[in-house]
């Protein structure tokens, strides 16, 4: 029972000396700039407070941060998470961001996948492709060369939409600048202003109660249709937080985050062996202290604590199996090439479902343990440097 209650306080300590990792690995920077004049012949990756794009960049760029703004020229692909986000430069391929506040300035060469807070493609920008997209209001006022599809509480529509328009929407707004050149289909129950000369195809409302039997049947293929959009959002959230999360990581602890994964390698079974007990007992633990009342404010931590290690063992795997790859490729690579790489992957198997869980569980075995392990031999460096 010592020996019990010894692991998960240790589990404690190092759990709360993560943060202070920082100040051992040095300061890191705040803002990233890639210069007018500076060119990239390779893909691109970008993290901090604020990053700034203004160069040329030939090849896909994935950037995620606090601020950021892209006013350079991709010819690749954009894979973009932040709070603030201002795209006002040159994308030749696709767009996929998730943010807060998501502005649009620029030219995109072909689709955008957008999901955030509050959505706004000016009349300065222009989509070559799709729209496909979902936040809390979306203004659409730049030319689009293909469909919309959304999902919204507030959609205004101000410019000509060379495709259909699909919206799920609380509130549709065309003003009158607005020319959809195929059908436009509406999920609300607030009937939209729309003159007819507005929209080439045809306008359909679709609106939930007093439904026919047919009207119920096509719901219930709408409905499924929307699951599967869901789904697809859902996955996409997933993918898109998991970036922005484990490159923030990374830029904030990397010499942590490369400790860890080689202890993954050099050490797996000790990994999954402790990965394992710290799974099982630290709940058990956190039981035990809840029932002694007086240990309920250190179950709370104990608690906050397993919940974001947990979290984090998924991001191990993802940067260890990167590495692993691009090492069989013979490639050099920075470990957020090598995240990105083992996002991917992990992605890829997330549509097999047996394989799925089995990687996830791995992750959270694996990566898990190789956290403690590495954070128990940094306690232990900082008692003999006597800094705790």
């Not at 959609?155 to 195929?182: F, K, M, N, Y």
């Not at 999360?245 to 402790?274: D, M």
């Not at 009342?293 to 191990?316: E, H, K």
Request: hydrophobic share 45%.
């Amino acid at each position: 029972m010592k020996s019990f209650f010894k692991f998960f306080l240790s589990f404690l300590v190092i759990a709360l000396l993560l943060p202070l990792s920082v100040h051992a690995e040095g300061d890191t920077q705040k803002i990233v700039t890639l210069e007018e004049n500076e060119i990239v012949d390779k893909d691109y990756f970008a993290t901090g407070d604020i990053v700034e794009i203004y160069g040329t960049i030939n090849g896909d760029a994935y950037i995620a941060g606090g601020q950021l703004l892209i006013d350079g020229v991709i010819n690749g692909d954009l894979l973009v998470a932040g709070g603030t986000i201002t795209i006002s430069g040159e994308v030749s391929q696709d767009v996929r961001v998730a943010g807060g506040q998501i502005i649009f300035k620029g030219n995109v060469g072909q689709n955008v996948t957008v999901g955030g807070g509050n959505i706004d493609f000016t009349d300065s920008a222009n989509i070559g492709g799709s729209i496909v997209g979902g936040g809390g209001n979306i203004t659409i006022s730049s030319p689009v060369g293909r469909d919309i599809k959304v999902g919204t509480g507030n959609l205004t529509l101000s410019s000509e939409i060379a495709g259909d328009v699909e919206a799920g929407t609380e509130s549709l707004r065309l003003t009158p600048d607005a020319l959809v050149g195929g059908n436009l289909t509406y999920w609300s129950e607030e009937d939209a202003n729309i003159a007819d000369e507005q929209v080439a195809g045809e306008i359909t409302q679709k609106k939930v109660p007093g439904l026919t039997p047919s009207e119920k049947e096509e719901v219930g293929k709408g409905f499924q249709q929307g699951l599967a959009a869901l789904a697809t959002a859902a996955r996409l959230y997933t993918f898109f937080s998991f970036l922005l999360v484990g490159l923030l990581f990374i830029h904030f602890y990397p010499n942590y985050t490369n400790k860890t994964t080689q202890i993954l390698e050099e050490r797996p079974w000790a990994s999954l062996g402790v990965g394992l007990a710290a799974l099982v007992l630290i709940p058990f633990a956190f039981v035990l202290l809840l029932i002694t009342i007086i240990g309920i404010p250190l179950a709370m931590i104990l608690l906050v604590a397993y919940g974001i290690y947990i979290y984090l063992s998924q991001f191990v795997l993802m940067l260890w199996l990167g590495k692993l790859i691009l090492a069989k490729l013979d490639k050099k690579s920075s470990q957020y090439l090598a995240f990105v790489t083992g996002l991917l992957i992990f992605a890829v198997l997330g549509f097999i479902p047996v394989v799925s869980v089995f990687v996830k569980m791995a992750g959270l075995l694996f990566g898990f343990g190789a956290m403690l392990l590495t954070c128990q031999n940094r306690y232990k460096k900082a008692r003999k440097a006597k800094i705790v």
